[in-house]
């Protein structure tokens, strides 16, 4: 059964002491049809997990449940919109990027399909934590990464006060499109984003989220995008991917990541701050 993947695996005995305090250890052996997104020691320290001491099968339930899907998901049938319902009755929100499958903004899957006679497991190198995180909650995460930080610039912004109602516009959105620029995009213009006025800073803010949940899969040469500042991107289709045309008529943003998927939407990653009419 799909227990046996993390029962004898050394690199599963958080997992294993979880499951078996919350009394779902059974429960993984004997139920039909499941699929199992496994952390192994690894990715709960990751997500800040180390010790299971204070936590009781009340507090871990729902957590361990937020990692089981009620049918066998092989990794070909994934769903294409990007959301599971897992058992403890709240989704996952799935990013396919170009080589890797993540899982709300913040975990890849690691190996996939996993087979045994009850379902599959996909292993994953961090713990998920419900509830889902949204977007803005996910370039907050990005931002704090240590080394391997990205987003500061666009966080440091977002949580200024002066913008603060743009940000929880986001956050309330049931569905919204966020092209992040890299920390390097606005490198390029650190001479320019002191001299801007506090509304052609949220003009330029407002210029990079669209009222929809747009994948890259929806994504069509020539498109145009309308944006929350009222202004539009024309999206170009080529032999090198994606990018963006904006009001400046300059050099194009490519994408340069897609499909980080959160709970109200996604996030695709741009290499240039787009620039609307100032």
Do not use: C, W
Request: glycine letters at 6%; proline letters at 4%.
């Amino acid at each position: 059964t799909i227990t046996e993947v993390i029962m004898f695996d050394p690199n599963y005995t958080i997992l294993v002491a979880a499951l078996t305090e919350a009394d779902l250890l059974n429960t993984l052996s004997t139920a039909d049809d499941l699929t199992l997104f496994a952390p192994d020691n690894a990715a709960f320290i990751a997500a800040g997990i180390t010790s299971l001491d204070g936590l009781d099968a009340a507090t871990l339930t729902p957590i361990l449940l937020y990692h089981v899907l009620g049918a066998t998901v092989l990794s070909s049938q994934l769903p294409a919109d990007g959301m599971a319902a897992t058992l403890n009755g709240e989704n996952i929100y799935l990013g396919y990027l170009s080589n890797s499958v993540l899982i709300n903004g913040l975990t890849t899957i690691t190996a996939v399909d996993i087979e045994k006679s009850n379902g599959v497991v996909h292993t994953i190198n961090r713990t998920l934590l419900p509830p889902a995180p949204n977007v803005i909650d996910i370039a907050v995460a990005l931002s704090d990464m240590g080394d391997d930080s990205e987003f500061t610039v666009l966080v440091s912004l977002l949580s200024d006060p002066a913008y603060s109602d743009i940000t929880q516009a986001i956050i309330d959105s049931e569905n919204i499109t966020v092209f992040a620029p890299t920390d390097a995009a606005f490198d390029e213009i650190a001479a320019v984003l002191p001299t801007l006025s506090v509304d052609q800073v949220r003009n330029v803010l407002t210029y990079h989220a669209a009222s929809a949940r747009v994948f890259s899969s929806n994504l069509v040469d020539g498109q145009i995008l309308p944006m929350l500042n009222g202004e539009t991107l024309t999206v170009n289709i080529g032999s090198s991917g994606a990018s963006l045309t904006d009001m400046s008529m300059g050099d194009d943003s490519n994408i340069i990541e897609v499909n980080v998927h959160g709970s109200n939407g996604v996030i695709h990653v741009i290499d240039k701050v787009l620039i609307p009419t100032l």
